[in-house]
């Protein structure tokens, strides 16, 4: 177990920057999510941690330790694939047993471990089996297995779960937040997906275009959107985002004829709008709501998302809504925002009601 | 359209296969009885064509009794009314041989016109049935006009190889063995190559020259394809694609040069220069190839191996390498049939006797002074081998060629 801290941290490929300047401090036990589109340098700064991929620039260090020059091995970290990376030629049991095995332990120590690791994943009975015998869930078990072994000063994911149906990796991402909260391992866990890094996460990080946009739990960053890229991309639906201005304390959405809506706020510049799906009540249209059409509806069982046309540069504005209501589309319906968490951007895109700290 | 009839289809596999048939078969006769036999086509096309249409007519109801029937209706046919005209142009053929080959020929057409128009109807074909059919017939006709042109010199030259220097004077079409003649005098052009004309050193300089061009040709090339495959440095891509450029260069041109450079520095007359000439020109290929495998291979796993301890080294020797058996086991197929069959530089390079490879030394019979059975004798010594090891390893060149193909 151990903390990692990044210091200024660069790599570029050819001319191509990829990862510019970041600094990233990570606790002992923390269980930490890199999320962010693809191509955001997620994995690349994972592989840097690894030692798998050099650095241009900056300095890491597990504990207090200098590790930028040492070897993958070196570092005491082992790393999870998104194709599980299982030797195909070896079974489950020499998969799990292969890094003990190379660094010479003895035999009897090193079979006793493998089945104590077997039995925490259940893999007792396939100790046998090769690789391509298994079913993904398996193999992604044995490849946790491969870096639990090691006892590893923290674990590092790469997308682990996203070669697996969806069943599957709810279940998968169960396991592993069990066993982060049984191991209680320093873990990095890089993926795109932004409801495994709210369910799994301690601290998320928030990266786009190699450098860290937001750091922070899941809860500040749902609630607390730094900029607009953080409330746009936490957060399903998406936040509903929309050009307005102020004129006498009250916003007006930009949009074919401007629309006066009923939040009034006392902060200066704002340029954009963000409030989610069910910070806005429907009701019938008013003389103090906002009228618009319902166009689509999703019923999800549980909840239910209505699309409304509100006549805004062809926006429309999701609203989640009971699932007992009977949605009739083309309706004509009013909007009525809450005056809490509503968020307010400026023209750069940055956040300007005031912080959770 | 005409040709998407059953009818049709009838027509023209019962003519093309008794014509075709009637060709190898006469071909057939004549090496085996070493008698030129005239080739009468006509005959054999119309029992054919009206067997064709016979067997698409009745097939539902045709038993075994039938088939018997048929064969011997179609070999009378052709042997009493015309009294064997297909293969009677020479009085010495005895009658029984003609009945045989004719009998063959009908049996053999009436099964290939089984098997082609096996469940076609009569009427207009579906476009499944159709493509069936044609597809069928070009592969069967294909397949063993494929394995004639494969079997057929290869007799020849084990025929001939068995043969004395009497008969092959007397009739060299002559390839029907003396079944009586004992073993030394059937294998003596093999005996005699092996006691006077030192073909068990030959065969040991091959050998010796192939297995050391193979295992240099890995050692170079698996570390080089796995660089290429796997690492990144300056000028990689410039480098890996102008490996393969030596093939742009025949080795015609270059064994000029080199043999005034090897003649200078004394290594001319020597093993020693085949095998670091052989090497040279396979460890391109081998790179190439082995190259596209490994690309092939998941980097995922290589990186786990860096993660469990490992480094590239032993990832080539405990990953890439049990991973790639079949690609490595093609490539050394390749490699080793490349050296065990080169012969412009051996024959360049090579004067003294003693140290002579077996294509060399297959050359160096072929002079008026030595019998031809000789020359038909060791190149079935230089065949057999490079064979055996083929048909063993087979299986792995088919997968191995494949799979570093497909995923570049």
């Keep these: 177990m151990a903390s990692i801290t990044l210091k200024n941290i660069s790599k570029s490929f050819a001319d191509n920057q990829v990862i510019k300047n970041v600094d990233l401090e990570i606790n002992d036990g923390e269980f930490v999510v890199f999320v962010g589109p693809s191509g955001c340098g997620k994995s690349t700064l994972l592989r840097i941690i690894s030692g798998l991929e050099d650095l241009n620039e900056g300095k890491i260090f597990i504990d207090s330790d200098n590790v930028t020059d040492k070897i993958p091995y070196d570092r005491a970290l082992s790393m999870v694939f998104q194709s599980y990376a299982l030797y195909p030629h070896m079974n489950v049991f020499e998969n799990i047993g292969f890094s003990l095995k190379t660094s010479g332990i003895k035999k009897d120590i090193l079979s006793k471990k493998v089945v104590e690791i077997a039995k925490i994943l259940r893999l007792e009975d396939l100790l046998n089996r090769l690789p391509k015998q298994l079913s993904g869930g398996q193999k992604q078990r044995v490849a946790i297995g491969r870096a639990i072994i090691r006892e590893p000063k923290a674990f590092l994911f790469d997308e682990p779960l996203s070669n697996l149906d969806a069943t599957l990796r709810v279940e998968m991402r169960l396991e592993i937040s069990r066993l982060h909260k049984k191991l209680g391992i320093t873990s990095i866990y890089v993926t795109h997906d932004q409801v495994e890094a709210m369910t799994l996460a301690d601290k998320i990080v928030v990266l786009n275009e190699g450098q860290i946009i937001q750091t922070g739990t899941p809860y500040e960053l749902y609630n607390y959107p730094k900029n607009l890229f953080v409330a746009g991309f936490i957060g399903t639906p998406k936040m509903n985002i929309l050009d307005c201005y102020q004129r006498g304390g009250f916003i007006y959405l930009e949009g074919n004829k401007d629309k006066k809506i009923n939040i009034k706020t006392k902060l200066m510049d704002v340029k954009k709008i963000g409030f989610r799906s069910d910070n806005v009540i429907l009701s019938d249209p008013n003389k103090n709501t906002l009228l618009g059409e319902i166009k689509f509806c999703e019923y999800l069982g549980s909840e239910q998302f209505v699309y409304v046309d509100c006549d805004i540069n062809d926006k429309l504005i999701v609203i989640k809504i009971s699932p007992k209501i009977k949605v009739v589309l083309n309706k004509k319906v009013g909007l009525k925002f809450t005056s809490e968490n509503i968020h307010f951007f400026s023209q750069n895109g940055n956040r300007i009601n005031q912080n959770l700290n | ?408």
């Design chain 2, 1 to 408: 359209m005409f040709w998407k009839y059953g009818l049709f289809c009838s027509i023209f596999a019962g003519s093309i296969w008794g014509a075709f048939w009637q060709i190898i078969f006469t071909m057939m006769g004549i090496l085996t009885f070493g008698i030129p036999l005239e080739l009468d086509v006509n005959q054999m096309l119309i029992i054919g064509l009206v067997s064709g249409i016979f067997y698409i007519n009745f097939q539902k109801t045709i038993s075994m009794k039938i088939h018997l029937t048929t064969i011997f209706t179609m070999t009378l046919l052709v042997y009493v009314f015309n009294f064997g005209k297909p293969y009677q142009i020479n009085e010495s053929l005895n009658n029984i041989n003609i009945f045989i080959l004719i009998f063959l020929t009908s049996a053999v057409t009436w099964i290939s016109i089984n098997f082609s128009l096996n469940k076609i109807s009569i009427g207009k074909l579906s476009r499944y049935d159709l493509e069936n059919f044609y597809i069928k017939l070009m592969w069967g006709l294909g397949l063993i006009i494929f394995i004639l042109i494969t079997l057929v010199p290869f007799y020849i030259m084990i025929m001939t190889s068995l043969k004395n220097q009497q008969s092959l004077i007397l009739n060299p079409l002559d390839f029907s063995l003396n079944i009586n003649s004992d073993f030394k005098t059937l294998f003596n052009s093999y005996i005699e190559l092996f006691t006077d004309f030192n073909f068990h050193l030959f065969l040991m300089n091959s050998f010796f020259v192939s297995c050391v061009t193979v295992f240099i040709t890995l050692f170079f090339s698996i570390p080089g394809a796995y660089a290429l495959a796997r690492l990144r440095f300056p000028s990689k891509k410039l480098f890996s694609s102008s490996v393969i450029l030596i093939y742009l260069i025949p080795s015609i041109v270059l064994v000029i040069p080199l043999y005034a450079i090897f003649s200078q520095i004394g290594l001319r007359n020597s093993l020693l220069a085949l095998i670091i000439v052989y090497p040279a020109t396979t460890i391109p290929v081998a790179l190439y190839m082995l190259r596209g495998y490994f690309s092939s291979l998941s980097s995922e796993i290589d990186d786990a191996a860096l993660m469990d301890g490992l480094s590239r080294v032993q990832i080539i020797f405990k990953i890439a390498i049990p991973l790639s058996k079949p690609a490595i086991v093609s490539v050394g197929l390749y490699v080793f049939m490349i050296a065990w069959n080169e012969f412009l530089i051996a024959f360049m390079f090579l004067d003294d006797p003693s140290i002579f490879t077996l294509s060399r030394g297959i050359m160096s019979l072929n002079s008026s002074e030595v019998p031809q059975q000789h020359l038909m004798a060791g190149a079935v010594i230089a065949t057999i081998p490079v064979m055996i090891i083929f048909l063993y390893l087979e299986k792995f060149l088919i997968s191995g060629l494949s799979t570093g193909g497909v995923k570049e």
